[in-house]
């Protein structure tokens, strides 16, 4: 009778009896002790060698774009807001070119922060997103309302680098030269243009928190986020090179603007039309006092220098908006019939009705989708059932099925 071969481990020497797992191979096998101490030699040999390739974080070399192929790409996406792209453009090709540069003479450029001011619906995160499809450096899009004062419930600021390091698989040096987008940011100004006496935890108190990580600073980073994981190592990340840009919709500044600026010019010589324009459109004389007065902290505006803003959105533009872009809202929902092998038309009257209840409702461009949902929702439910090709949308069918939905209930305001 032969003798029965006993399993080890070809590393260690250790018997099948000895280890949990074995994992056979080709000519011998391999226990879970030895895969652990394998994976900790490749980690320290990657570390200590940055010049090798680890398959795990992708390679994010800088590629410089010219601030005009900026603007031309993010034409292809956002319709309009030629100032908002082009102020966008320049700090985006200014951050590159701060990140490559040599110091001389002991000058160093700083890095210019920026905050867009614009009404709901005018496009603030699609450009942000744009932004990020392009771009070949870390992008992260956070949100300003879930940010409290350190010890309160809700997510700390430095969590917000927590995005930006998932983004890029935890390689710091390369979020060290990321972007991050921090939407909402009038929802953490302060209650009152006076200073508080009391704690205001998601408002100024986050304002506060937010100084350090604009400025640039070294900040220690939960990699797992929150308050969850207390035991985890804390990653140190230097916010020197990051560019932050914040968006928000900051409802009543036109108000603010209002006392500040007289539109109502007298006199023979007057245009009646550029005055009506610039009372409707306020938001294009917007400064950083006034947004002061609306409730950021000094502290925190001066560590923003670049204002914006994004003009309202009138019935021409959300009539390209419906058509133009790569993604427009009518080639996705063409796009959704067609996997169903039905061809979708609209008559041209039909997007003037779109945009007619867009303006009325003041929804903004993200109100055109809500108003396409409502008119198409019936077909969707509908059509995929039936042996049918062809679909033409008449404005009569999409009068009649808006007038039916519950967002033709809406009280304008």
Do not use: W
Request: proline share 4%.
């Amino acid at each position: 009778m032969a003798k029965q071969q006993i399993l080890h481990c070809s590393f260690c020497g250790r018997n099948r009896d000895e280890v949990k797992i074995l994992i056979a191979g080709q000519d011998g096998h391999i226990c879970e002790n030895c895969v652990e101490h394998a994976q900790e030699i490749i980690g320290q040999e990657l570390a200590n060698n940055p010049d090798s390739k680890n398959p795990a974080s992708p390679a994010y070399k800088l590629t410089v774009k010219k601030p005009i192929e900026i603007k031309k790409f993010l034409d292809e996406y956002v319709i309009g807001q030629d100032d908002a792209k082009k102020i966008l453009a320049v700090a985006v090709y200014n951050h590159y070119k701060r990140l490559n540069q040599k110091i001389e003479n002991e000058v160093e450029i700083e890095k210019s922060n920026i905050i867009m001011v614009g009404e709901t619906g005018t496009g603030k995160t699609l450009l942000a997103k744009s932004i990020a499809r392009m771009l070949n450096v870390p992008f992260a899009i956070v949100d300003a309302t879930v940010f409290t004062e350190a010890g309160y419930v809700g997510e700390d600021v430095e969590s917000m680098l927590t995005r930006l390091l998932q983004a890029c698989n935890y390689d710091v040096q390369a979020a060290e030269k990321g972007i991050v987008y921090i939407d909402e940011i009038d929802k953490i100004a302060r209650k009152s243009d006076n200073p508080s006496i009391t704690r205001d935890v998601s408002g100024e108190g986050v304002q506060q928190g937010l100084l350090k990580l604009l400025e640039g600073s070294e900040v220690l980073v939960p990699p797992q986020g929150g308050r969850k994981h207390p035991e985890q190592k804390l990653i140190k990340i230097n916010t020197q090179n990051i560019l932050f840009i914040c968006g928000g919709a900051f409802n009543g500044m036109d108000r603010i603007i209002a006392r500040r600026v007289n539109t109502n010019a007298i006199g023979f010589n007057v245009n009646k039309e550029m005055q009506e324009y610039q009372q409707n459109n306020l938001l294009q004389f917007v400064n950083s006092v006034d947004l002061k007065h609306f409730g950021l902290i000094p502290e925190l505006l001066g560590r923003l220098p670049v204002v914006t803003y994004l003009n309202p959105l009138d019935a021409t533009t959300l009539r390209s908006i419906l058509t133009e872009p790569k993604n427009a809202i009518i080639k996705q929902f063409t796009r959704l019939f067609e996997i169903e092998g039905i061809t979708l038309k609209f008559e041209p009257a039909v997007f003037d009705f779109m945009v007619e209840k867009a303006l009325e409702y003041k929804l903004g461009a993200r109100g055109l989708r809500s108003i396409c949902e409502s008119i198409l929702t019936d077909a969707m439910y509908e059509l995929p059932s039936q042996k049918l090709k062809l679909f033409e949308v008449t404005r009569e069918y999409a009068e009649r099925k808006f007038n039916t939905s519950k967002l033709s209930l809406l009280k304008v305001a």
